[in-house]
T-cell receptor
């Protein structure tokens, strides 16, 4: 079974530029998450989708971050404009719908803002 | 306010001995707890989980214990092997796991030969 796919693996941009990350979840997984992991911290939930609807985006900085999940499958996360403090690993995860199911993570995209 | 706390940033254990990783939480709504293992430059990998209706769950060398009254859980690895060297994250969720995960900061486990 293929895992969660993310691209790119690495990205370096200058502050105030824009960047986009792509995620393809495990086939059949209705729930998709984006997490931000800053160095030395645990992953922090940014947004959760159920199919193509947003379940939770309470921790998403909506003035600069946006995310969409078209057709309930692939998802993109965008940052515009980027700040130095956005340097982090952005992790996508997916899970089956239902109680007590674990989330499976992709390898992540390491973003460096200079 | 950290709702999931892993107070040991690192832990060194001799190969073959038991590794015990600890985690505390503050949110009483959490009812599903998971441990993830992470190697450098990879995403977290699911290890083991436990729901709040249980106090113990075993999977091979890995056992998770949950003490709800103390809001504490622990992961036991017996016997510890060199491949267990990684960062371990404790995570928690509410509503039977329907909510997104809240993670601790992680514990770096080092298995010494």
């Amino acid at each position: 079974e293929a895992g969660v796919a993310q691209s790119p693996r690495y990205k370096i941009i200058e502050k105030r530029q824009s960047v986009a990350f792509w995620c393809n979840p495990i086939s059949g997984h209705a729930t998709l998450y984006w997490y931000q992991q800053i160095l030395g911290q645990g992953p922090k939930l940014l947004i959760q989708f159920q199919n193509n609807g947003v379940v939770d985006d309470s921790q998403l900085p909506k003035d600069r971050f946006s995310a969409e999940r078209l057709k309930g499958v692939d998802s993109t996360l965008k940052i515009q404009p980027a700040k130095l403090e956005d340097s982090a690993v952005y992790l996508c995860a997916s899970s089956l719908t239902g109680a007590y199911t674990e989330a499976f993570f992709g390898q992540g995209t390491r973003l460096t803002v200079v | 306010d950290q709702q999931v706390k892993q107070n040991s940033p690192s832990l060194s254990v001799q190969e073959g001995r038991i590794s015990i990783l600890n985690c505390d939480y503050t949110n009483s709504m959490f009812d599903y707890f998971l441990w993830y293992k992470k190697y450098p430059a990879e995403g977290p990998t699911f290890l083991i989980s436990i729901s709040s209706i249980k106090d113990k769950n075993e999977d091979g060398r890995f056992t998770v214990f949950l003490n709800k009254s103390a809001k504490h859980l622990s992961l036991h690895i017996v016997p510890s092997q060199p491949g267990d060297s990684a960062v371990y994250f404790c995570a928690a969720s509410a509503r039977g796991g329907a909510d997104g995960l809240t993670f601790g900061k992680g514990t770096h486990l080092i298995i010494q030969p």
